[in-house]
């Protein structure tokens, strides 16, 4: 992704020598863009439809961007498509004839305290992948990690002494902390599994499959569908679901925004608003379905 960024930079400058504040301003929307991708999409610039510009667009509208503002937007990434297409990179230009309507928000879905606990309750610790796959969905929900930045953790990522884990994202490393429930599975995983499961000792990956290399994200998907299924969960659980919920239910708790902001990794304050319309909407939701005048 920062390299599709930075090429374009580069055709801006160099190719069509655009002025310094047209670079500016152009480079600006589409950094703010490719933030909102990586941190509230979870895709690739080159996955991105058309659906996904229109919920970006509403973004922009929900954190109180101008019209005008998002307008420029729009032709900045527009210009950014064209380039990419002209290049070979994508075979569509997303924003190309974008409805004028803006898409109605969807809110990330987020699980209740309930369905978490029922989540982490699945994986049965009888079996090498019981203990494994306990150790995975503890770690996910104690670190709100994208699950890329999950399953390329190394052994020398986690601190079970210290009680955290180092995780990069963004050409960025932080440290989030564990929670004791995620210390015991990690424990447990690290010394008497993963030692069973890994392929040779040359293989650094924290998370391994079956293979003894390191987990992939279908593989990780697949899993997490499977104890969705054995929760007998109806919502769509995804692993960004636990992303999504860490953050809500950080804030239904008393977190402070920068904090939240630090351990999610969002370069943007503004991806890290959006939980706030979340925990509101999860308020109204639960004043409705019970206050006795609503």
Request: net charge neutral.
């Amino acid at each position: 992704m920062a390299n599709l960024v930075s090429a374009y930079e580069n055709y801006l400058l160099n190719i069509k020598h655009a002025s310094a504040n047209t670079v500016a301003s152009y480079m600006r929307d589409i950094r703010q863009f490719t933030d909102y991708i990586s941190d509230i999409e979870d895709m690739q610039l080159e996955a991105c439809d058309r659906d996904c510009i229109c919920r970006y667009t509403q973004h922009l509208s929900n954190n109180g961007k101008s019209p005008s503002t998002i307008a420029r937007s729009i032709a900045s990434m527009k210009s950014f498509y064209a380039f990419c297409q002209a290049e070979g990179f994508v075979t569509d230009n997303p924003v190309h004839e974008i409805p004028q309507q803006k898409a109605e928000k969807k809110l990330p879905q987020i699980l209740t305290g309930r369905e978490v606990e029922l989540l982490l309750e699945q994986p049965k610790c009888t079996d090498m992948k019981g203990f494994r796959d306990k150790a995975m969905l503890e770690t996910l929900y104690a670190t709100g990690m994208r699950v890329s930045e999950m399953i390329s953790l190394n052994v020398a990522d986690v601190s079970l002494s210290g009680s955290f884990v180092k995780c990069e994202g963004g050409g960025k490393f932080r440290i989030i902390p564990l929670y004791p429930a995620a210390v015991k599975a990690l424990t447990a995983y690290l010394t008497d599994i993963r030692p069973k499961m890994v392929s040779g000792p040359e293989e650094e990956a924290l998370f391994v499959n079956i293979n003894g290399d390191r987990m992939t994200r279908q593989g990780f998907w697949k899993i997490i569908k499977h104890y969705q299924d054995t929760a007998q969960i109806s919502k769509d659980i995804t692993p960004h679901t636990l992303r999504h919920s860490f953050a809500a239910h950080l804030l239904e708790n008393g977190a402070d925004l920068r904090s939240l902001q630090e351990m999610l990794g969002h370069s943007d304050i503004s991806s890290t608003q959006i939980y706030t319309q979340v925990v509101k909407q999860n308020l109204k939701n639960v004043y409705n379905k019970y206050h006795p005048r609503a």
